[in-house]
């Protein structure tokens, strides 16, 4: 009667008109409708094309199509995809009225599960010897198959991985790496070194270290990834009230802050605060260092990077004239300075800077400074 | 025996593939092609023109004897009806020397142009610096104070669209963005750079000869991408230092009852809060300061402290000058292109029209994302200028306004 690939096509035809009408009644939006709806009638155009061909088969009244008539043929073999087919459908169905995940999810097992089917079904069409038409799935699909199933599996471990990883605790992280790392190479020197270990023993021991990693990965997946305190910055601090942009202490900001510097590229500038105790200042470019004023550019982020070549811890101030604070009462304009964390001596610190408005707005510009150093002062003009 | 309907056809076909080719090969004699590559006017710009030169040539090389393989064998072993030949799988020796020789050709391609790389990158001998900055759609440009650029800066110039830089001098472009990516390109002077916003991007511009060298943004960048040009205006050493000194003096205010003062009020009222002239005071004696981050997405708009001393506005889109004043000074001598391009913009020469259209209604003349109610991804902050609904008045003021900043 219906040939494999007309059934199949039928079968998606059906399914795409019960999913329209699924997600048109219980979503909002006409788009996955209309979407659903489209796929639909293509199927049917489709099945019906092919049920007329029948699967681009002789015509029924020639002898071959007898030969080779689907009730000639032997009967296919085993497969599991179309019950994976089946789960595809039910993920996708279930999908349309829970979560968009579990329809993303269904649409790609069911994509795979058609795809699977459809190279077997083909292949299986092939000839009556059931070797040689394994043979020719395996020609079609394995050039596919390899490599996708390598990246996924490949994800998958990566994955579970890195959840184990940030579940640990940051030092338990370094020994568990070692560990792991250890353990892999001496199987692997094993497995190299004793060519007469059985394979299947060999597949196993990676099986169950594979489904124990994924089973770790799930389960620290669950239980979330270890806390990571953020560093304290000047900002949060100063809004609170702490005059820590003009003061030499030390505050708690300054103890929790990381004295690591990031952005070694992309520098407007570098501020040196000299064993003299001078500020001075060098830029990409033929501007000499000692000039008596550093531009940058105005609304625009400028990583400045701040030097302490003195013998004390030190910050770098930037005196931005005023701000207007909220109030519960309406408004008040209130010094504005934003700072590094103290440095270390010979230590370094970035600082961002996003200026809007030019320095012409307050009659005393803006400056560069060094709490408890009155001589570190360096003219900013922004533009 | 060719039919007549056959014959006529392959004659039509051979005139219209002649007519495409020679359409290919005179657009290559173009003499109105200020973007052009192959015509390199600085020491950067000669040391991509002698890399891509010989390069092309061997590319050339390569292209014809494969087309010409293909094309053989196309010709000499299409079916007949023969027989299959006797098939071989493997050729040691061959697939060896097919491997060696691309791999030869690439060395050889590679030398040269990781030299040229490293030359381009290095900016030790560079003598002066300008910062360029883009955002939706037209470049700042401005000079830090240094001791560089001639004489050296004594405190920042800011400009936009048009680059003035010495001649004979390299001049280190220190780039980045305030919104989305954009990049610069001056073909006949170096190579293109991304600007990023939060990077900072160097490129190193030179010219020999003083001469107007056009650009424009070459990295999608929104709707008015196509409208974000730029040009470098190179002038011998003394003009610019002329250059520099008009836009470091002083704000000269109009006379008083003019149609010019009435036009600096209207400029305070409408256009100071995105628009910096330096030196303006309001009618208090206070200076009027522009703050376009609070207006403008990418928080900067075009400083007007000397406009008119610039010969284009709307990110160099549209000329200040009329055609006639434009070719005056883009088809000057070279050696008289600065003073030229010093003069500014006379009321004369003063291209009223396309300017009057601006500032009646800028969207409808640039596409720009200013319609407030649909900016609600920028929090209602616009991208490019907004339409102000000036009155025909306004517009004769700021016009006569605007003229005298120079």
């Not at chain 1, 809007?356 to 709490?371: H, K, L, N, R």
Request: hydrophobic content about 45%.
């Amino acid at each position: 009667m219906f040939t494999t690939g007309s059934k199949l096509l039928i079968g998606s035809a059906v399914l795409a008109v019960v999913s329209a009408i699924a997600y048109g009644t219980t979503q909002d939006g006409v788009m996955g409708t209309i979407g659903l709806v489209s796929a639909a009638i293509a199927l049917a155009v489709l099945a019906g094309v092919n049920v007329y061909t029948r699967d681009s088969n002789v015509w029924a009244d020639e002898i071959s199509s007898v030969e080779t008539a689907p009730a000639a043929a032997p009967a296919p073999g085993n497969s599991i995809w179309p019950m994976v087919f089946a789960v595809g459908a039910l993920a996708l169905t279930v999908g349309l009225v829970t979560y968009q995940a579990v329809f993303i999810i269904g649409i790609v097992i069911l994509l795979i599960g058609g795809a699977e089917w459809t190279a077997q079904a083909w292949a299986e069409r092939a000839s009556a010897e059931a070797s040689y038409n394994s043979e020719v799935r395996s020609r079609i699909a394995n050039p596919l198959e390899f490599p996708v199933g390598a990246a996924v599996g490949i994800g998958i471990v990566v994955y579970a991985f890195s959840r184990v990883m940030l579940w640990l605790s940051k030092t338990n992280t370094v020994v568990a790496f070692s560990v792991v790392g250890s353990i892999i190479i001496a199987f692997a020197f094993l497995v190299a070194y004793r060519p007469g270990l059985r394979s299947k023993a060999t597949a196993g021991v990676v099986a169950v270290a594979v489904v124990a990693l994924i089973a770790g990965g799930a389960a620290a997946g669950v239980d979330g990834e270890r806390e990571i305190k953020e560093h304290e910055t000047t900002a949060g601090l100063e809004e609170e009230g702490e005059e820590i942009c003009e003061s030499p202490e030390e505050f708690e900001a300054d103890e929790k802050a990381s004295q690591s510097v990031a952005a070694t590229a992309n520098v407007a500038a570098e501020i040196t605060l000299t064993e003299d105790g001078e500020l001075t200042f060098d830029v990409p470019g033929p501007v000499e260092a000692g000039a008596t004023a550093l531009s940058l550019p105005r609304s625009n982020p400028n990583n400045v990077i701040f030097i302490n070549e003195s013998s004390e811890h030190r910050r770098l101030s930037v005196d931005l004239g005023t701000r207007l604070e909220e109030l519960d009462e309406g408004e008040e304009e209130v010094p504005y300075r934003v700072c590094t964390t103290l440095v270390d001596e010979g230590g370094a610190q970035n600082i961002t800077l996003i200026v809007g408005a030019p320095s012409a707005a307050f009659p005393d510009g803006y400056s560069f400074f060094v709490p408890g150093v009155e001589s570190a002062h360096l003219e900013l003009v922004v533009p | 025996m060719e039919s007549a309907s056959t014959v006529t056809n392959m004659s039509r076909r051979v005139r219209i593939g002649l007519a495409v080719g020679l359409a290919a090969i005179v657009a290559g004699c173009a003499q109105d092609a200020p973007q052009d590559t192959w015509d390199p006017a600085g020491e950067n710009a000669q040391m991509i023109q002698d890399l891509q030169w010989p390069v092309f040539a061997i590319a050339g090389v390569v292209g014809v004897i494969v087309l010409s393989v293909v094309a053989f064998v196309i010709v000499r072993f299409r079916d007949r009806g023969q027989a299959m030949p006797e098939q071989t799988h493997g050729k040691p020796a061959l697939e060896i020397a097919l491997t060696i020789l691309p791999a030869l050709i690439l060395i050889g391609v590679a030398i040269p142009t990781v030299g040229t790389l490293m030359a381009l990158n290095d900016t030790s001998d560079t003598e002066c610096v300008v910062n360029v900055t883009g955002q939706q759609w037209w470049w700042e440009i401005d000079y830090p104070t240094q001791d560089g650029c001639g004489d050296g800066i004594s405190a920042p110039i800011v400009t936009s669209g048009q680059m003035v830089i010495p001649t004979d001098t390299n001049v280190l472009v220190r780039g980045t963005s305030r919104d989305v990516i954009h990049s610069w390109w001056i073909p006949r002077l170096n190579g293109k750079r991304d600007m990023v916003p939060g990077r900072v991007h160097t490129v190193k511009l030179q010219a020999d000869e003083p001469g107007i060298y056009a650009g424009q943004c070459t990295e999608f960048c929104g709707l008015s991408h196509a409208n974000m040009r730029m040009e470098v205006i190179a002038m011998e050493p003394a003009d610019f230092e002329a250059w520099k000194a008009k836009q470091l003096s002083d704000y000269q205010p109009p006379e008083p009852d003019t149609l010019a003062a009435a036009g600096e009020s209207t400029f305070i009222a409408q256009c100071s809060r995105c628009h910096q002239v330096d030196g303006l005071e309001d009618a208090d004696g206070e200076p009027v300061i522009a703050r376009p981050d609070l207006q403008v997405y990418s928080g900067a708009a075009p400083n007007l402290s000397w406009f008119t001393t610039r010969n284009t506005f709307a990110g160099a889109t549209w000329d200040l000058l009329i055609p006639e004043c434009r070719a005056e000074v883009w088809d000057a001598p070279s050696d008289e292109v600065g003073q030229k391009y010093l003069e500014g913009v006379s009321p004369e020469c003063l291209n009223s029209v396309d300017l009057r259209e601006w500032l009646r209604n800028a969207p409808a003349k640039k596409p720009m994302y200013a319609d407030p109610e649909q900016l609600e991804a920028t929090d209602g902050l616009v991208r490019g200028m907004p339409n102000l609904a000036l009155s025909e008045d306004q517009i004769d003021e700021l016009v006569a306004y605007l003229l005298e900043r120079q």
